[in-house]
T-cell receptor, first 117, second 111 residues
Framework: GAVVSQHPSWVICKSGTSVKIECRSL??????MFWYRQFPKQSLMLMAT?????????EQGVEKDKFLINHASLTLSTLTVTSAHPEDSSFYIC?????????????FGPGTRLTVL | SQKIEQNSEALNIQEGKTATLTCNYT??????LQWYRQDPGRGPVFLLL?????KEKRKERLKVTFDTTLKQSLFHITASQPADSATYLC??????????FGQGTTLQVKP
């Protein structure tokens, strides 16, 4: 099956610093990847759609200058949380649909737990 | 706007029984609906996809139904086991092609 990895799996940082999260598709190519955020006991909320070779599209209410997304290759998308604050503490999950598959099933990474002190 | 609701936040059942989870949606007619399993601290894992022209779909002990008139999907786990304990999420594609998730139902199967 399709495998997505994320690095790091967890990170603790000080308020005001930036944190980069990597999302890799290990056995498929993805022209599109999605970034979600999940707060405790809540569902996944789509933050942005990462497009290979072009700018990401952000959901309403998500600050594009705060959550920088880069999708430089068909197997790697990165999310950088800039000037992180405690309210940014959350579980960040990426996903990608394999570009060669007809179904819209998405394959999710294991998630990155971000804690901002 | 499209809404998707899973009407039970938590469900506790005894091992061996059938667990039934409900997913309702409004203001949309999705072409298909998906179910995912999420374990604590992990990303969701795809389980089943059912299309609007399919009334029912099965995979081992899992069964999903899709009633487009009621705008509802039911997710069944037969002969449930403690290892089935997890949060189950339903999701549909919005008219912009993005996945919208329900809030999830946390299933606890007691031995």
């Amino acid at each position: 099956g399709a495998v997505v990895s994320q690095h790091p799996s967890w990170v603790i940082c000080k308020s005001g610093t930036s944190v980069k999260i990597e999302c890799r598709s290990l056995d498929f190519q993805a022209t599109t990847m999605f970034w979600y955020r999940q707060f405790p006991k809540q569902s996944l909320m789509l933050m942005a759609t990462s497009n290979e070779g072009s700018k990401a599209t952000y959901e309403q209410g998500v600050e594009k200058d705060k959550f920088l997304i880069n999708h430089a290759s068909l197997t790697l998308s990165t999310l950088t949380v800039t000037s992180a604050h405690p309210e940014d503490s959350s579980f960040y999950i990426c996903s990608g649909p394999p570009r060669t598959r007809a179904t819209d099933t998405q394959y999710f990474g294991p998630g990155t737990r971000l804690t901002v002190l | 706007s499209q809404k998707i609701e899973q009407n039970s936040e938590a469900l506790n059942i005894q091992e061996g029984k059938t667990a039934t989870l409900t997913c309702n949606y409004t203001n949309y007619s999705p072409a298909y609906l998906q179910w995912y399993r999420q374990d604590p601290g992990r990303g969701p894992v795809f389980l089943l996809l059912i299309r609007e022209n399919e009334k029912e779909k099965r995979k081992e002990r899992l069964k999903v139904t899709f009633d487009t008139t009621l705008k509802q999907s039911l997710f069944h786990i037969t002969a449930s086991q403690p290892a089935d304990s997890a949060t189950y999420l339903c999701a549909l594609h919005s008219n912009t092609g993005k996945l919208i998730f329900g809030q999830g139902t946390t299933l606890q199967v007691k031995p």
